[in-house]
């Protein structure tokens, strides 16, 4: 059976996730792989979570990665990267942001924000390839602070088995080309963060 991948991508409303799909969508699409894409948004524009299933491979047949399935979970909140762990396979990847955005719960005092995410975290298999940074603090210095997301495609680009000039071509037909320039710095940021 040939291989699909499976790439799962959460966040916070405004936080860029649609587009962080779109760019990894043009990449996929041009080299002539089958894409199945879902989008949850939920309460995006009130600071819900927003989702997006992804899964292409010579043939796809759905876009819906059930529990335990995606080999990819790129989450741009720490909570949202813990909301959707259960979905992603023994030894897949997560690339995360650190950064904490407070749920309505938690802003109106009826909820605590978990503060052992990262325990828990760390106390995983293994197995898991995690990849956790401050993105937010990444797109600052490129000068876009809401290029967040494009930094964390950058850190996935680096695990996916296309070439980095794909993932530019495809800022240069997905990005307005007034955030161009420091949506490339920002994609460029993540993919070598942890290069080394």
């Known amino acids: 059976m040939p291989k699909t991948t499976s790439i799962l991508m959460g966040g916070v409303g405004g936080q860029g996730i649609i587009?962080?799909?779109?760019?990894l969508a043009h990449v996929i699409q041009a080299h002539g792989l089958d894409l199945k894409i879902s989008e949850i948004h939920g309460m995006a524009q009130r600071g819900g979570s927003v989702l997006t299933h992804m899964?292409?491979?010579e043939e796809v047949?759905?876009?819906l990665?059930?529990?335990?399935?995606a080999d990819y979970i790129v989450a741009s909140e720490k909570l949202e990267s813990w909301r959707w762990l259960p979905f992603l396979r023994p030894g897949g990847t997560l690339v995360m942001n650190t950064q904490e955005i407070k749920p309505v719960p938690v802003i109106i005092g009826a909820q605590k924000y978990p503060q052992t995410i990262m325990e828990k975290m760390e106390a995983l298999s293994g197995q898991e390839k995690i990849y956790a940074m401050d993105a937010l603090e990444a797109a600052r210095a490129c000068g876009q602070p809401k290029a967040s997301n494009v930094v964390l495609v950058g850190v996935l680009a680096r695990s996916l088995e296309f070439p980095l000039e794909s993932f530019l071509e495809a800022l240069e037909a997905v990005v307005p080309a007034r955030f161009l320039e420091t949506n490339k710095k920002a994609f460029m940021s993540g993919y070598e963060h942890f290069s080394s």
């Open 55 to 57: 899964r292409y491979g």
């Open 19 to 23: 587009l962080a799909s779109k760019i």
């Open 61 to 63: 047949h759905s876009p």
């Open 65 to 69: 990665i059930e529990a335990g399935q």
